[in-house]
């Protein structure tokens, strides 16, 4: 079943802004992940930040985990039209095979 | 990097029809791997969880019978859908965790095939 809910479900920008995307779940986890989908492709890890994260960067990709309020939040800096994708938050809540519940997803578009 | 290959990527065939998709990892041991199906704009979701040299742990809802699972070596498992029909008709995808020496895999990323699109006529 899902967990997760993003929220815009769909946002459209024009290359060179930022975009944000936020997550919000429901249970305690033990971390939170962050997944891109091409259309048609399978899915590609981004940023995992554990329970005990704030904030977590790579490249142009800035995640904020905040666990009181059960929340995530992905920003996309200075975007590109080769971020158009699907994303999808997804937790793990202790798990150790690793089992993951994902949100319904944010579908970006970016126009060049 | 870790890489999971999933094979066909995408198959047509009629009704009654079985069908086999293989997820392997390409260059580490898995000996947990995760099915799941996602309808268009959708999420994924999760359907088993595939346990190398044992039975796989369905999740509720999912018909055992209909969906064979098999994971008989710590590189490969495949999902059988077994006298497919058109309401099977979606995209499969597989993932495995990357590899852990102390085989807790609660903080590694998931590796995922590039999914399996199936459409049953």
């Known amino acids: 079943s899902q967990q997760g809910e993003e929220d815009p479900q769909a946002l459209s920008i024009q290359e060179g802004e930022n975009a944000t995307m936020n997550c919000s779940y429901k249970?305690?986890?033990?971390?939170l992940q962050w997944y891109r989908q091409n259309s048609g492709r399978g899915l590609v890890h981004l940023i995992l930040i554990r329970s005990n994260e704030r904030e977590k960067h790579s490249g142009r990709l800035r995640v904020t985990l905040d666990t009181s309020k059960k929340s995530s939040s992905l920003l996309i800096t200075a975007s590109r039209a080769a971020d158009t994708a699907s994303y999808f938050c997804?937790?793990?809540?202790?798990?150790?095979?690793?089992?993951?519940?994902f949100g319904r997803g944010t579908q970006l578009t970016v126009w060049p | 990097g870790a890489v999971v290959s999933q094979h066909p990527s995408w198959v047509i065939c009629k009704s009654g029809t079985s069908v086999k998709i293989e997820c392997r990892s390409l260059?580490?041991?898995?000996?947990?791997m995760f099915w799941y199906r996602q309808f268009p704009k959708q999420s994924l979701m999760l359907m088993a969880t595939s346990n190398e040299g044992s039975k796989a742990t369905y999740e509720q809802g999912v018909e055992k019978d209909k969906f064979l699972i098999n994971h008989a070596s710590l590189t490969l498992s495949t999902l059988t859908v077994t006298s497919a029909h058109p309401e099977d008709s979606s995209f499969y995808i597989c993932?495995?965790?990357?590899?852990?020496?102390?085989?807790?895999?609660?903080?590694?990323?998931?590796?995922f095939g590039d999914g399996t699109r199936l459409s049953i006529l």
């Open positions: 997804a937790t793990n809540r202790g798990s150790t095979l690793g089992r993951l519940y």
């Open positions: 249970t305690s986890i033990n971390n």
């Open positions: 993932s495995a965790p990357e590899g852990s020496a102390s085989r807790d895999f609660s903080n590694q990323p998931q590796h």
């Open positions: 260059d580490f041991q898995a000996t947990t």
